[in-house]
Every structure is written in structure tokens, then in C-alpha cells.
């Protein structure tokens, strides 16, 4: 079998909560392939379901039914312990805040997954995106004792020191200024650009959706457009068209 | 994982100190009563009278029962007994002919009550029953003449130095003994002290064997010694395998201690029993409580564990973590809790010493083993308890690290409902049961205990609607007291699930802490109103060290005298039927002369005819009855306090056992068979012309030193042993409260501290601090009364039984101070336990606490 082209690959993909007259279809059918090497962002406005998609995708969430694929591996087919190990050694994860355990400094928030997986962490690479991420001076302290632009930094840290084979990052600007927002998109750009990592971005801000290769519109469950190179014009426009329709 | 479970417990201290704290106590609890555990196992002094001798033969001082168990099987269960067991003289000359003896020395002994010159009596050291034994006796031991002389004539008496010293003679000078009768007066010849010159545990007398065996003495033991060249050993085995008599026991070495000391041996079989009963009590409740800690601390951690999840750890680790987490704390508490565990068993030995559960000067075996058991199951313990709480911290999904609030899942599922109702049914039932039956105190109270249990996880399963009828009843009024009531209802309107968290350790305090307080107060009101009703004399001779027997006897030659008798005292052993096995039991009895017994004492005989006891009879308690199965008619077969069979039809079954005693027999029998030979009192009840009774009474009295004349039996002295063991349950609830004390605060003081964000939103948008202590008061005042009012309803129920039980009324007695002792220190911390850290927070500057994460 040839190795796929895509690092995320979603095909029928349903997500339904709920039982009877009270469910709620939050992905219906929803098929998409993220390429190896980009950066993608997810958009859509409230209740879109881009964060199930997220869910699903990064497998903190089981599809109803459809299939989710993370390079070769079904996803679906795996059992809890060995989904746990995959989300550990392939994927890395950012989200909007609440992203480091407060009891752990900056280098061990950093270095947990791989302490997680009983490995050792590679000097060489910890001292290569330490730099990249610009944190060379604070790896002795704790995450209350840093701005959040520091602390989404030391998270992007901890989703690259796995070499993942792609970065999930939820609103990972939604709780920043614009200057600091910018900064760390810059960084998951450069991550994607200079380290050659698969970025997936849930956003819904057209800002920071302007920084990616590609975006993908959800509304009610559906993938209902998508855009390559975009910019922010273009993206706000759509976006309001889709809240006008709902 | 340890390395992270380090880290965490350093960084968030404040999680852990709930469970810090129950770990501490517990280990300390469980050290205390390790230590109390292997005293009372290894219970022994080192032997005095006894410690020359290379083998002491005794009676053996347990009865073995042939019990059939549950299952049908039969099984051998011995009971320690209370009085000595005496031994035959004759077993001196087949001890002689063992192999290896070189000569048997028979120590007989009386026991004598001592006065000085002036007729003032002189108690035994350690207020303990003095006892005189033969001269010859004193090869034995360690005593040496010091003063004067060996007794030569029955006139003559030696005392040991500590004694004389205290009854204030001195050779030459003169002492009066008393034993069966009026004293004798004895001239001291000599003073003897032990070998190294320290004062004797217990004190001794020591007569001509002449003189003795005038009063009438038993042979306590016969003391061997070895040929040369015959190890005590050696000696003994030849001895136990030439009598062949599993009623008698050989003692060497630390043994010989043990035969010489009874009180010790006795209290150390006392002492294993409370040490268990106390410390599974203890282990009980910490599991509850560190169950509750833990599931706290975790679920106030839950976002945390879902970032470990979603980052990529597996359950397995998460579990592995929260256990190293659990372990570490229960070391570091086991370890501290060790040096606060000795100071407090020093702290219960002395109360047991003066509860008279232990003799004063009983030793305390201290060796490292207890506290590192303690340490062991206290680490267990918390392993034990962390499981539960992990089995749900897995389960929490990794996404909910990635949504803005941490919420629980709202209401009660149908599972839980279900839950609490089954319950509740099970606990009426019990309690229709107990209403129903007629059953014996025992079973009530165990009925009792088993019903409250039930009622608070009742209401723990059922809490949210607990509370919020108790916010139905309660938030209307907090509205009409201003602003800060209406803060305070809404918020407890609003989180009705947190409200429950902070009643149910409540509800389980004060329900507890009343159920076995005032089931004890109930049954010592019970007891004092039987010994009240019960007692139809109107006049009692008594005496602290005991009365001579023939006191009753000349009582009833005066002419003023309607009837009089004896009051003696001690313990019977039988096989008791408990939930279908048998079981040996210890049950007090009385000794009665039966022509003096209906109007002297009036026990209240619910089937039966008193009147037909004898000394083949006897009459039991209702209590009693219930125990060992028997009702009248019936023969029952006990063994007395000195091990001796008995076997007697039950005449009567009587009501009024919590006053008295459980076993009523004849006087005469049941004081042959003690060791001191004395009536505790004698009961007189006067004739119709009783002119100048009080007067002749009086006057007999002075012929016994120490005796004195009363109206009435002094309830605290018939009641002692009801105490000592009413003193022992209030300890068990000390230990209760004090658990609970630590959840409850625990529980309040992290659900308040989880509040600073909205404490901070609250002042931004314009309340004054006093504003915000103010609803928080409110709030805790909702807290505390739905709290402590549904504890003293639920407790209301067991009450109502055990008063029942007791007494036929439904009325439980509850002295209004101690109902308010429970109820105010549970508020006191529960109000404490809200309102320091609102203090606290109200520091922080709330621009700093909004912005503030988790």
C-alpha cells in the first residue's frame, strides 16, 4: 500500500451526542485530508462543530461513524491505551489556555510527553526549539510566573519535542493580545516552514486564519467550502456570509 | 510517575492536607492501639513473690468452651477468668516424684483487709487487694527479712516494708487483719523488702503457716525448684507431661510473672479487645474519610488530569500517579503520626488506669513494631481509598481540558436515585424491625449503629434533593434579611450539588456523634433508675475494700431486722448464641441469700418466680436470656468465675440486669467461688418497729473497720463497669467527630477557596468586602442548620429504638449540654471552615484574583 499523502485524512466522519428527539449531529458525513507539511486552519462560526472536528481528528474523540486516519493508522481501531500512546507520540497538542501543569516547571512541562513514554529527551532537539521558541532564559520557572504568550509558547514547546507528525492547536490566540497572537502564530508558521510539521489550527479569527496554507469552513456539521492561500479579506467575507446564513 | 507525584504534592500542598491530616490521625489512632494490642498480649510483670522459684504450677486461669460455629462445626474458644483458680494440696506429692524436682513449696494464700492500730484500714499499694501468705512461701521470691524476725507465733505478722510504712508501724508494733470476720490484732515481727530494694508491685503479708491456715487460706500455687543440672525448661515440660491436666498450667521464666499477677493478665485480655475494637472503628472511618479527601482533591484537579490525557497519559498512569501521590503522604503522616501516636496511647493508658479498665502501674510494651504495622496499613489504607476516587479520575475525558469551564455533570442520575431510595426502604425496615421485636439491648444498639450507617449514606446518595428541599424551607427567609440574603439564596439555590457536598459531612457527625452518645446516656439513665427502683432495702453496709461475710449474718439476729443479705460480686462464663454461632461470654453476677432476695432487691421478674432461687437455680437477665438462649425451665450450664462447671435450672428472667447484674445465684455458692471471699455489701431491710436501727447498724459497722452505713446503694459504684465502657464509646466518638471534623473543613474550606473568581467579580462590580463576609455567613448559616437539623433527625430514629429496648419508653435521655457540645462544635467548624478562607480571599485584589487561572 502506498503511504498516504495526507497526515489527517477524515472520511464520512458523523459525530452525533445525545439519543432520540434531544441529539445533536455535530459533524455530519465530514470527509477531509490535511497534506504532511501544512499549515490548515479550521473556521466556523459558534456550533459549527470545528471543535469536534478537532476532537475527532486528534483522537480525544471517537466518530459515531466514518473513519479518521492519522497517516495509516485507523484510528477508530485502536483501543483507549494505545489511542493515549499515539496522542502522545505522534500528535502534540495546543489549546486556548489552561495548557501546563502548574506544579511543573517550564523544561518538564516541555519535556513530559517524552517522560510520559519513558524516554529520554534529545539535547540537541530540546535546545533546538527552546531557542526557536525563544525560551532559553526561563526553563527553570512555573508556568504562574509567565505572561500567556509565554506559557502558549512553552505549550508549542511540548506539542514539537515529540517530532509529532501533526500539531493540533485549538484557538491557541484566543486568549492573547493581537501583537502576542501574532508572535505565536509566526512560531506555528515557522514550525511548519523551518521544522516541516502539519499544523491543524481551529480559529475563528480570520487574523490568525490568514496566517495558514489553506482553511476549511465548517458550519452545521458540514465542510461547506475551503480556500487555498487566503487572506483575511477574503476569509472575514465568507466567514460573515456564513453567520448571515445562520 | 513518582517524580510528577512528588512535584504535584509540593506544589499544591493545600489539596493534600485534608488527607494529610486523616492520614496523621490515623496513623497515630492505629499506633496507639498497636502498642495497646501487644501490651496487652505480652501483659505481664516481672514476678516478685514467684521469682526464685524455677516453675510455678497454677490452676489454669481460662475456661475452654466447646462452641459450634455457623456452619455446624464445632470449634474450642477460651475465656480469661476473673477470680483464682484454686488448686488442690494433694498435687504437692505427685509433683514431688517428677524427675528433675528437687523440692515443691506450696504458696497458700488468704485475702485480708488491713487496719492500724486505730482500726484505720490500710489499702494494698496501687489501692490493690492484699493478700497473706504463708512464711514458707517466701523461698520463692525475692523478699528479704530487712527488720525484726520470721513470724513464730500465730500472733505473729510480717509485712513488706512499703506496706508497714504506709499502715505506719514498725516492728513490735500492732496491726489488725481482717478476713471472714471481725479483725484480729497481730503483732509485727519483722519487715521483708525485695532483693534490689524497690518497693513491690503489689503489697504482701506474710503469717506463720499456723496462723494461716486458721483463716482459712486456698493453695494458689505450688513452686518448684530444679534439680541441679535441670533447666526450668526441661522441668517444665516433665512436670506438664507427669500431671497430664489441661486445667492446670506450668509457668517459667516471664510465665511466672503472669501466674503471680492475675490483675495484669486479666486487664491485658480486657485491653486486646478495646485495642481491636478501637482501632477498626478508626479504620473504618478513614477509609470513609480519606475516600472523601481524595475524591475532592481529584475532582478539584480535573481539567489537570484531562491535560495529562490529552497531552498522552495513559489511565494506567494517571492511576499510578495518584497512588504514588497517596503513598508518599501516607508515609510522610505515618511517620509524624508515629511520636504522636506514643504520646497518645501513654494518654489512653492513664485514662484506662483510672477507669479501672487497667490496673495503675499496667506497663506498656513500647517496641518499634506497632508504629511501622501502623505506618503499613496507613499506607495501605490510603492506597485503598485513593483506588475509588482514580477509577473515576480516569474516567474523565481528555477533551474537557479544552473547554473554558470545568463542570460536573448536573442531577441526580437514575442509578443514584434508585440507590437512595433503596436505602431509605432498607433503613425503615430495619427500623420497623427493631420496633417489633424484643430483642436484647445489645442487638438494638448493634441494630441502632447499623441504622444510622445506613440513613447517612442515604443521604449522601441523596443529597442534591435533600438540599434542596432544605433551600425550599430555608432560602424564603434568607431573602427578607437584605441584599446579602438574597446573595446568599441564589447561590445556594444555584448550586445545590455544592451545598450537598458541604451538609452530608454534617449530617454524618452529629447524627453519629448522637447516636452513640446518647444511646450511652440512655442506657446509664436506665441503669440508674433500675438500681433506684430495684433497691428495696433501706439500709446498706458497705466497705471499699469489701465486707466480711459474716456481717450479714449477725445484721439479721437484730430484732429491728426484717431480712439482710450479702451482696457479693463477680463474673460467669457460658456460650452465648450471637447470629447463630456460638460465642463465649463473660457475664457479671450477683450472689443473694434467697430468703432476702425479694425484699431486699427487687429485680423484676418478667417470667418466673424468684423465690425458687437456690443453689441449684439460678435467675437471668433479659439481656441474658436473649444472650445464651434460655428461659425458665430451661438448665443452664456456665462455668464460675474460678473456672468451676455449674450447672442450674434458670427460675426467673428479670428485667432489671443493667442495673444489677446479668446472673443471679445463691450467696453462699457464688462466694465460694471468689478470690477475695467478701461481700461488696450487705442490704438490710428493716422491720416494721425498727427503733434505734440506724444506731445498732452503726454499731455493728464499727466492729469492721472501714465498714459504713448508707441508705441507698452508691449508683456510681454499682455502675462503674457500665461507665468505664460508656467512657470508651465517648472516646470512639471523640475519634468519629474528629475525623469528620477534618472533612468537614476540608470539604468547605476547598469549595470556598474554588470561589475566588467569583468572590473577585462580585467586589468589581461594587460589593463591599463586609458585604461578601456577609452572604458567605448566610450561606454557612444555611449550611450548619440544614446540616446539623437533618443529623438530629436521623439520629432521632436509632434513639428512639434503643430507648425503647431499655426502658419502654421512646424517650432517649439527651442531656441538653451534650447535645449541644455535638451540635455547636460541628457548627463551630463548619462555620470556621467557610468563613477563614472567605477572609482570606477577600486579601487577594480582586483585579488580581479575576484574572487569576483555575
Same mark, same amino acid.
Given at each position: 500500500m502506498l503511504a498516504s499523502r495526507y497526515a489527517v485524512h477524515l472520511t464520512d466522519v458523523t459525530k452525533q451526542y445525545g439519543e432520540g428527539p434531544d441529539a445533536v449531529l455535530a459533524l455530519d458525513k465530514v470527509s477531509a485530508g490535511i497534506e504532511s507539511g501544512t499549515f490548515t486552519a479550521v473556521m466556523g462560526p459558534s456550533g459549527s462543530g470545528k471543535s469536534t472536528f478537532l476532537h475527532c481528528a486528534a483522537g480525544l474523540d471517537r466518530p459515531t461513524s466514518g473513519e479518521v486516519r492519522l497517516g495509516d493508522q485507523e484510528l477508530s481501531a485502536l483501543r483507549e491505551r494505545r489511542l493515549t500512546e499515539l496522542r502522545r507520540t505522534r500528535i502534540g497538542f495546543v489549546f486556548q489556555a489552561f495548557n501546563l501543569l502548574p506544579s511543573l516547571t517550564v523544561e518538564q512541562n516541555i519535556v513530559l510527553p517524552l517522560r510520559l513514554a519513558g524516554q529520554q529527551p534529545d539535547d540537541t532537539w530540546l535546545r533546538h526549539i527552546v531557542d526557536?521558541? !525563544?525560551?532559553?532564559?526561563?526553563?527553570?520557572?512555573?508556568?504562574?510566573?509567565?505572561?500567556?504568550?509565554?506559557?502558549?509558547?512553552?505549550?508549542?514547546?511540548?506539542?514539537?519535542?515529540?517530532?509529532?507528525?501533526?500539531?493540533?492547536?485549538?484557538?491557541?490566540?484566543?486568549?492573547?493580545?493581537?501583537?502576542?497572537?501574532?508572535?505565536?502564530?509566526?512560531?506555528?508558521?515557522?514550525?511548519?516552514?523551518?521544522?516541516?510539521?502539519?499544523?491543524?489550527?481551529?480559529?475563528? !479569527?480570520?487574523?490568525?486564519?490568514?496566517?495558514t496554507d489553506q482553511v476549511l469552513f465548517l458550519n452545521a456539521g458540514r465542510v461547506v467550502d475551503g480556500m487555498v492561500g487566503p487572506g483575511a479579506d477574503r476569509i472575514a467575507e465568507v466567514m460573515a456570509g456564513l453567520r448571515r446564513a445562520v | 510517575m513518582l517524580t510528577l507525584a512528588l512535584q504535584t504534592l509540593k506544589a499544591r500542598k493545600g489539596g493534600f492536607v485534608g488527607t494529610f491530616v486523616a492520614l496523621l490521625l490515623g496513623a497515630a489512632v492505629l499506633g496507639a492501639c498497636g502498642v495497646l494490642l501487644e501490651s496487652g498480649i505480652r501483659a505481664g510483670s516481672s514476678a516478685e513473690r514467684y521469682a526464685a522459684a524455677d516453675a510455678i504450677v497454677t490452676g489454669r486461669q481460662e475456661v475452654e468452651l466447646t462452641l459450634k460455629d455457623l456452619d455446624g462445626s464445632t470449634l474450642h474458644e477460651s475465656q480469661p477468668l476473673p477470680e483464682r483458680v484454686p488448686l488442690k494440696a494433694s498435687l504437692a506429692e505427685r509433683l514431688d516424684r517428677v524427675d528433675g524436682v528437687r523440692t515443691v513449696i506450696e504458696d497458700d494464700a488468704v485475702t485480708v483487709r488491713l487496719a492500724d492500730a486505730h482500726d484505720r484500714p490500710v489499702s494494698g499499694r496501687h489501692g490493690s487487694a492484699l493478700q497473706a501468705h504463708n512464711w514458707a512461701g517466701l523461698r520463692l521470691g525475692d523478699f528479704r527479712l530487712t527488720q525484726g524476725h520470721a513470724p513464730r507465733t500465730a500472733d505473729d505478722v510480717v509485712l513488706d516494708s512499703d506496706l508497714a510504712t504506709r499502715a505506719g508501724v514498725r516492728p513490735g508494733d500492732q496491726v489488725r487483719l481482717m478476713t471472714t470476720s471481725v479483725p484480729r490484732t497481730y503483732t509485727v515481727a519483722g519487715l521483708v523488702a525485695l532483693k534490689d530494694g524497690r518497693a513491690p508491685r503489689q503489697?504482701?503479708?506474710?503469717?506463720?503457716?499456723?496462723?494461716?491456715?486458721?483463716?482459712?487460706?486456698?493453695?494458689?500455687?505450688?513452686?518448684?525448684?530444679?534439680?541441679?543440672?535441670?533447666?526450668?525448661?526441661r522441668l517444665a515440660h516433665a512436670i506438664g507431661s507427669a500431671l497430664d491436666d489441661d486445667h492446670l498450667s506450668v509457668h517459667t521464666g516471664d510465665g511466672r510473672g503472669r501466674a503471680e499477677f492475675l490483675d495484669v493478665v486479666v486487664s491485658g485480655s480486657n485491653l486486646v479487645v478495646l485495642a481491636v475494637a478501637i482501632g477498626g472503628n478508626v479504620l473504618l472511618i478513614a477509609v470513609f474519610v480519606l475516600y472523601a479527601t481524595t475524591a475532592l482533591s481529584v475532582r478539584h484537579r480535573r481539567r489537570e488530569i484531562a491535560l495529562l490525557r490529552a497531552i498522552g497519559t495513559t489511565p494506567g498512569q494517571i492511576r499510578r500517579m495518584l497512588a504514588s501521590e497517596a503513598a508518599v503522604t501516607a508515609l510522610v503522616a505515618g511517620a509524624l503520626g508515629s511520636p504522636l501516636g506514643l504520646l497518645l496511647v501513654h494518654w489512653l493508658r492513664d485514662r484506662f488506669a483510672g477507669h479501672g479498665i487497667v490496673p495503675p502501674d499496667f506497663p506498656l510494651a513500647l517496641s518499634p513494631l506497632p508504629f511501622l504495622a501502623a505506618i503499613l496499613v496507613t499506607v495501605l489504607t490510603a492506597l485503598a481509598a485513593v483506588l475509588i476516587s482514580a477509577l473515576r479520575a480516569t474516567r474523565i475525558r481528555p477533551t474537557e481540558a479544552l473547554g473554558e469551564a470545568a463542570v460536573e455533570p448536573p442531577g441526580l442520575g437514575r442509578g443514584r436515585r434508585i440507590t437512595g431510595w433503596v436505602l431509605v426502604a432498607l433503613a425503615a425496615g430495619s427500623f420497623s424491625t427493631g420496633l417489633a421485636q424484643h430483642a436484647d439491648f445489645f442487638t438494638l444498639v448493634s441494630l441502632a449503629n447499623s441504622l444510622v450507617l445506613l440513613l447517612v449514606i442515604a443521604t449522601a446518595v441523596l443529597g442534591p434533593l435533600l438540599s434542596r428541599a432544605a433551600v425550599r424551607l430555608l432560602a424564603p427567609l434568607l431573602d427578607r434579611t437584605g441584599v446579602t440574603g438574597y446573595l446568599a439564596a441564589a447561590n445556594t439555590r444555584a448550586n445545590v450539588g455544592r451545598l450537598a457536598g458541604a451538609i452530608t459531612p454534617l449530617v454524618l457527625a452529629v447524627s453519629f456523634a448522637s447516636t452513640v452518645v446518647f444511646t450511652q446516656t440512655t442506657a446509664l439513665r436506665e441503669s440508674s433508675d433500675q438500681v433506684r427502683a430495684g433497691l428495696v432495702a433501706d439500709h446498706v453496709l458497705t466497705a471499699p475494700g469489701g465486707v466480711s461475710p459474716d456481717l450479714a449474718a449477725k445484721v439479721r439476729d437484730l430484732k429491728q431486722v426484717e431480712s439482710a443479705t450479702g451482696l457479693v460480686k463477680s463474673k460467669v462464663v457460658g456460650a452465648g448464641q450471637l447470629l447463630g454461632a456460638q460465642e463465649a461470654v463473660s457475664l457479671g453476677a450477683q450472689g443473694v441469700d434467697p430468703g432476702a432476695l425479694g425484699t431486699t432487691l427487687d429485680l423484676h421478674a418478667r417470667d418466673g418466680d424468684l423465690s425458687r432461687l437456690s443453689p441449684r437455680t439460678l435467675a437471668i437477665s433479659t439481656t441474658a436470656a436473649s444472650w445464651l438462649g434460655l428461659g425458665v425451665g430451661d438448665t443452664a450450664r456456665l462455668h464460675l468465675g474460678d473456672g468451676t462447671p455449674f450447672q442450674g435450672e434458670v427460675i426467673a428472667v428479670y428485667t432489671r440486669g443493667f442495673g444489677f447484674a446479668d446472673i443471679t445465684l445463691d450467696h453462699d455458692l457464688l462466694l465460694a467461688h471468689t478470690t477475695q471471699k467478701t461481700d461488696a455489701s450487705v442490704l438490710v431491710r428493716s422491720a416494721d418497729h425498727a427503733d434505734g436501727l440506724t444506731r445498732a447498724l452503726s454499731g455493728l459497722a464499727a466492729h469492721y473497720p472501714g465498714t459504713v452505713l448508707r441508705d441507698g446503694l452508691a449508683v456510681d459504684d454499682q455502675l462503674a463497669e457500665q461507665r468505664a465502657n460508656a467512657w470508651v464509646n465517648y472516646l470512639v466518638v471523640g475519634l468519629i467527630i474528629a475525623y469528620t471534623a477534618i472533612t468537614v473543613v476540608n470539604t468547605l474550606a476547598m469549595a470556598t477557596a474554588a470561589r475566588r473568581r467569583e468572590f473577585a467579580l462580585l467586589r468589581l462590580s461594587g460589593t463591599a468586602r463586609r458585604q461578601v463576609v456577609g452572604m458567605m455567613r448566610k450561606e454557612s448559616a444555611v449550611v450548619v442548620l440544614a446540616g446539623v437539623g437533618l443529623g438530629t433527625v436521623l439520629a432521632a430514629f436509632p434513639l428512639t429504638l434503643v430507648a425503647i429496648g431499655l426502658g419502654g419508653t421512646p424517650w432517649p435521655a439527651v442531656p441538653g449540654l451534650g447535645y449541644l457540645a455535638i451540635a455547636g462544635a460541628t457548627a463551630v467548624l463548619a462555620v470556621a471552615g467557610t468563613m477563614v478562607p472567605t477572609r482570606l480571599l477577600l486579601r487577594i485584589r480582586p483585579v488580581e484574583a479575576i484574572g487569576a487561572r483555575e
Open positions: 526557536a521558541v !525563544d525560551l532559553g532564559g526561563r526553563l527553570t520557572r512555573f508556568p504562574a510566573q509567565l505572561s500567556g504568550g509565554q506559557q502558549q509558547r512553552v505549550a508549542i514547546a511540548r506539542a514539537l519535542v515529540t517530532r509529532p507528525e501533526v500539531i493540533f492547536a485549538d484557538e491557541p490566540t484566543g486568549a492573547l493580545d493581537p501583537e502576542t497572537a501574532r508572535d505565536i502564530l509566526i512560531l506555528l508558521r515557522q514550525a511548519v516552514t523551518d521544522l516541516h510539521q502539519t499544523v491543524v489550527m481551529v480559529t475563528h !479569527d480570520p487574523v490568525a486564519a490568514a496566517h | 503489697s504482701v503479708l506474710f503469717l506463720s503457716d499456723a496462723a494461716l491456715r486458721q483463716l482459712g487460706p486456698a493453695v494458689q500455687a505450688f513452686g518448684v525448684l530444679a534439680d541441679p543440672g535441670t533447666s526450668p525448661g
